[in-house]
């Protein structure tokens, strides 16, 4: 094409006849129109999006904000936790965690739309069962012991024993009842359970998705669309233009959860024709409200709860608080389309941003379980006597987590914020408790006992095996304990401050998409760059298709004006190897 065009502006620029000149400058206005109309057709405009990839990754590399932290359900964490999806008890305890440790904010780019069956209480089936059922049979041994001691004594007259036996039954019918109970208390609700640790954690946010049909023929109920349509609205927003997305249908996230949430965003990501995401938008509306997108919405709390100013071509955030301190307004630009383009960090999606595997915080548990279990082993075994607390320790534990216990139960931040306190008292005292200081004094006694020379051969042998058992188990439990304070300080240092997304990265998963750096990018990261393209205002603007057209028209009639006294041979050739150097630039970069 360029070979011809050179020619027709050559030969205009060298003709004297009118009709030809006229005919050859003729095409010379058409032949660019031409291009550019070819280049609205969908299968030509891909030609337009592979130069704005190629002209992207020209582009200096935006650096990633250090507020922002992938929190991945990966396969290490499902090794150890067990067959993903998980029980929603097992992210709750995770919410627990991330407040504990300082988040500011928690995205689910997990959808929870539908509800999940009853799950275990851990505390009730651990702790309160068993005990009540000990308790109960002693009470029942109990009795039947004392009216054959009685009766044995004649202190209760033989006729009047049916008596005593009709009372007995009565008494253990109730308790069979309240075994009962106990034993339903064991069920528990994993829905309710997430959502009231989305509460005392406070800043938890969900998805509400749109989609263009109606909310009857979604999954999930009328009431979670409606509690969204009345919970979730996209907060401070002064909407000036109409240029706005609109979906009918709800697909909210379960009451629940959703009572509890601090909020709720659509995960909807648009893909341009070629497959590639590069762009997202902000806002949407179902026709009855107008919502952020996923990561947009915790966003806005995150800086300050800005006044949110839509216009055709932009979306002001007055009076944002940075995270560095500073106040100030961020204008995000959006295209014709209303989208904002994404700045892409120019990595795969193992290299951007920090990440951090699930099994990290989920090992806390086990690391915490392990500790307990041998703290009671050394308990019974006496062996932390050489400590004032030492003997304590395991009923302190017992007394932290009655206080989790209610802390669900009654829905209370400030019981959350007692236990947090307890916790953390509890977890000194054991470093106290387990120092080498406490292990000397058990073992002093024994090499005390060791010392009289009357002692038998036996003692002696059964003291130097249990010193040996002492100082083992005691090293063991302290080796425990030295492994969960190292982790929970490493866990401290990645969620303090941070704004986490959460999402599946695991090797099954289908969540995945293709951006102009990554063909096969966890669509987690998606959300991640979008809030870091915002916090580091580092955006993309897309001028007018108009803008592209006039470029279009100079560059050939420069490229033109050049090749007109080349032969054509040349032309070809240099046309050739422009396109071929711009094929090699993409592929190299």
């Known amino acids: 094409i360029e070979t011809f065009y050179s020619y027709c502006i050559g ?16 095409i010379c206005l058409l032949l660019p129109a031409l291009v550019s109309l070819l280049l609205m057709v969908p299968r030509f405009l891909h030609i337009d999006l592979a130069i704005y990839d190629t ?32 029980n929603r008890s097992v992210l709750a305890d995770g919410l627990l965690h991330l407040g504990e440790f300082g988040a500011r904010a928690a995205v689910f780019d997990i959808e929870y739309i539908d509800p999940s069956p009853l799950g275990v209480s851990p505390e009730i089936l651990q702790l309160e069962y068993p005990q009540k059922l000990m308790d109960t049979f002693e009470s029942i041994e109990s009795d039947i012991s004392s009216l054959f001691s009685a009766l044995a004594n004649e202190m209760i007259p033989i006729e009047e024993a049916n008596d005593f036996v009709t009372r007995l039954n009565e008494i253990n ?28 954690f406070g800043k938890a946010y969900y998805t509400v998705t749109l989609l263009p049909v109606d909310d009857e023929q979604l999954p999930g109920t009328a009431a979670a669309a409606e509690f969204a349509r009345q919970n979730f609205a996209a907060p401070g927003l002064n909407l000036q233009t109409e240029n706005i997305t609109r979906h009918p249908g709800i697909q909210a996230v379960i009451e629940p959860i959703a009572r509890h949430a601090a909020g709720a965003g659509f995960p909807n990501v648009p893909i341009d024709s070629d497959g590639v995401r590069r762009r997202v938008e902000l806002l949407q509306t179902d026709g009855q409200q107008y919502y952020a997108q996923l990561v947009f919405r915790p966003l806005l709390d995150f800086l300050g709860k800005p006044e949110v100013i839509a216009e055709d071509r932009q979306i002001k955030l007055v009076n944002a608080r940075l995270p560095n301190g500073q106040t100030q307004d961020i204008n995000i630009p959006r295209s014709d389309d209303g989208r904002m383009l994404i700045n892409w960090p120019p990595k795969k999606f193992d290299y951007t941003f920090r990440q951090m595997s699930y099994s990290m915080i989920y090992t806390l548990h086990q690391y915490e379980a392990e500790l307990v279990y041998n703290l009671e082993a050394l308990t019974e075994a006496r062996f932390l006597i050489g400590h004032p607390i030492g003997m304590e320790l395991v009923d302190w534990y017992l007394d932290v987590q009655e206080i989790r216990k209610d802390m669900i139960d009654q829905d209370s931040r400030e019981l959350y914020a007692e236990y ?40 002696q042998l059964q003291y130097h095996g249990v010193r040996s058992i002492a100082i083992d188990q005691f090293n063991e439990t302290r080796t425990i304990l030295i492994e969960l304070l190292e982790q929970r300080k490493k866990v401290r240092e990645e969620i303090s401050d941070s704004l986490i997304i959460i999402g599946w990265t695991g090797v099954s998963t289908t969540d995945i998409g293709v951006n102009p750096f990554d063909e ?26 108009s803008y592209s ?17 080349a032969a054509a041979k040349t032309s070809a050739l240099a046309g050739f190897a422009i396109i071929l150097l711009m094929l090699t630039a993409d592929w190299a970069l």
């Open 11 to 26: 030969h205009a620029m060298k003709t004297t006849n009118k009709k030809d000149f006229a005919i050859h400058w003729l």
């Open 55 to 86: 002209l992207l990754r020209l582009r200096p590399a935006i650096p990633e904000n250090q507020a922002i932290l992938l929190l991945n359900v990966d396969d290490d964490s499902i090794s150890r936790v067990g067959t993903w999806p998980w």
């Open 173 to 200: 019918q109730a308790r069979q009842q309240n075994l009962l109970s106990a034993a339903q208390a064991i069920a528990r609700d994993n829905d309710a359970y997430h959502g009231k640790a989305a509460g005392l």
């Open 420 to 459: 947090l306190a307890e916790k953390e008292a509890w977890l000194l005292a054991a470093e106290e408790v387990l120092s080498p200081e406490t292990l000397d004094a058990f073992t002093s006694r024994i090499d005390e006992l060791l010392e009289n020379p009357d002692l038998p051969q036996e003692l």
């Open 520 to 545: 096969s990018y966890m669509n987690v990261g998606t959300h991640a760059a979008v809030a870091n393209t915002i916090l580091e205002q580092q955006f993309l603007q897309e001028l007018p298709y």
């Open 549 to 565: 057209l006039i470029a279009l028209f100079g560059c050939m009639i420069l490229a033109g004006l050049i090749l007109r006294k």
